[in-house]
């Protein structure tokens, strides 16, 4: 088997609307692979769909070699899925919806017990695991969540949206969780989310994700490369020398591109950090006083508005947010 | 395969069980009701109203419609509960698994008909230290059987509406049309021979009807309707609900 999960040109309509319009992605086997995008670009349907939640309308998808249409019964057995919101039982234990997890997977006594034990100590709740879920905070609700997807040993752990609505330390924790279960497990994990931070730090290949259709897919390192490279911004004491300064550079050929704006000098280069010495050397050979300098190395933003002509964050939508956020809360 | 439904039937039972377990309080609360009509309303009746044979119309004639009572109260609500796993999330859990939804159903059934029956036997219970008499041990089990029926039977009715209605908003109003005239219809209260032909109609078309004579006649050993109509009634009738139950589940959409 070449790819965890492969799809050919998935397509999910709804009436009037193409939720997923014709998306074709391989995800190799052991890959943190992000789906980015803004909130109804169509990850969770994507997703929905791989996890055969929702049948779609056109196309085709493998899961761990399996059909998601022919063979969904075989494509559940081989994943775990956390939904945006909790779907755990809120009146059990924490242990109590492990084990409810393991017998409708199939799992035998002894080893139900034994991956219990595992799981917990892997996003440490074994101290809560027999505290009704109810009185767990969020981040401990989300960890528990992680754990029972990965309660059944699945090839692949589908996570929508994780860190939703949880605080920035939370977050993080759980980001630290997501790789070391990646890494320990083994487990090819595949992930939504509208944060460019998370998509960066978590996911080795990246398929930014617009109006339902795969706008780029890469490395975060190789879509941020797309863009050019780092920005050096120069800003003059003595605006007349902009001209000259640009003219320097270009001829120098230390940069791909110079422009200017008011006061300042902007040159796109590869490693910003180490052109910094070289491009104020150049500056002050030529008798022309620099006030200050900055580097912008690009984010994932950048891409973003690069490849859809806007911002991410115009899209975002405070709102879905908010009201994850107030449910999540009126459950506690 | 029979391995694989059995245990996901088990796995549902067990998680019925568990939140039962959970929920002490609410059985001692669902316990009240039963406890005052037992303790008030059966002396107030018995001064006041003769039964057709003569007897006054007291606890005994009123405890098997009190467990009918129960027994509908708790199996709609278990089988409409399906409303709160899908609010709360819980179902999405049990959908994305490698079973079958019908077992998935099943097992939510028999979960929440074993809740039914420990309430319905806790009334007996109750029914027995007030200082009722029971027809015969064999009758007393053969009670809980009925229970059993019933149960499945209102468990069914309850998971078909929940596949269909959205909200628990929804459900509230289904639940106040739907229980109140199923018990004040159904020979709980009051014998069912003499009755206006109107109220005879609608008293013969209730399921609760027939659960609450057998439960009766297994009990005091006596009923209006015979057991063979009552078992047949209430047979047939948790037959289909349980059938449309299953489904509607099937087929319900999240």
Known sequence: ?332 | MVRKAANTVYTMWLREMLRFWRSKSRIVGSLATPFFFLVFLGPGFSSSYRLPTGQPLDNSFLAPGLIGMAILFSSLMGGVSIIWDKEFGFLKEILIAPVSRFYVALGKAVGGVTTSIIQGILILIIAWLIGIKYHSLPGVVASMGIMFILGIGFIGLGIALASKIESHEGFQMVMSFLTMPLVLLSGAFFPITNLPGWLKLLVYANPLTYGVEAIRWCLLGNSTIPIITSLAGITLFAFFMMLLGGKLFDSMEI
């Not at chain 1, 040109?9 to 992000?34: H, Q, R, Y």
């Not at chain 1, 059909?67 to 559940?76: G, I, N, Q």
């Open chain 1, 1 to 332: 088997m070449l790819y965890a999960i492969e799809t050919e040109g998935i397509t999910k309509k709804f009436d009037e609307i193409t939720a997923v319009n014709n998306v074709s992605i391989s995800v190799k086997p052991g890959e943190l692979f992000g789906l980015l995008g803004p909130n109804g670009a169509g990850k969770t349907t994507l997703i929905n769909m791989l996890s055969t939640m929702i049948e779609p309308t056109g196309g085709s998808a493998k899961v761990w070699d399996f059909d998601v249409k022919k063979d969904a019964p075989h494509v559940r057995q081989n994943i775990g899925m956390v939904f945006q919101d909790t779907t755990l039982d809120d009146r059990l234990t924490g242990r109590e919806n492990l084990d409810l997890h393991g017998r409708l997977y199939d799992m035998d006594s002894k080893h139900r017990k034994k991956r219990i034990e595992e799981v917990l100590s892997l996003v440490e709740l074994t101290d809560r695991a027999n505290a009704i879920v109810k009185t767990y905070s969020g981040g401990m609700t989300r960890r528990l969540e992680i754990a029972r997807g990965l309660m059944h040993h699945p090839h692949v752990l589908f996570l929508d949206e994780p860190t939703l609505g949880l605080d920035p330390q939370t977050r993080n924790h759980i980001w630290e969780y997501i790789k070391v279960l990646n890494k320990e497990e083994g487990v090819t994990i595949v992930l939504t989310t509208h944060y460019m931070e998370e998509a960066d730090h978590l996911c080795h290949r990246i398929a930014i994700i617009d109006h339902g259709e795969i706008v780029a897919l890469d490395t975060p390192e190789a879509l941020k490369n797309m863009l050019g490279g780092d920005v050096i911004t120069l800003e003059l004491e003595n605006p007349d020398n902009i001209s000259r300064l640009c003219e320097i550079y270009k001829e120098n050929g230390c940069a791909s591109i110079v422009s200017r704006k008011n006061n300042d000098v902007f040159i796109t280069v590869r490693d910003g950090e180490r052109q910094i010495p070289h491009v104020l050397e150049l500056a002050s050979d030529a008798g022309i006083p620099i006030r200050s300098v900055s580097l912008h190395k690009p984010t994932l933003d950048d891409v973003f508005l690069h490849f859809t002509g806007r911002a991410i964050r115009d899209k975002e939508a405070g709102e879905t947010e908010r009201v994850g956020y107030i449910l999540r809360a009126r459950r506690k």
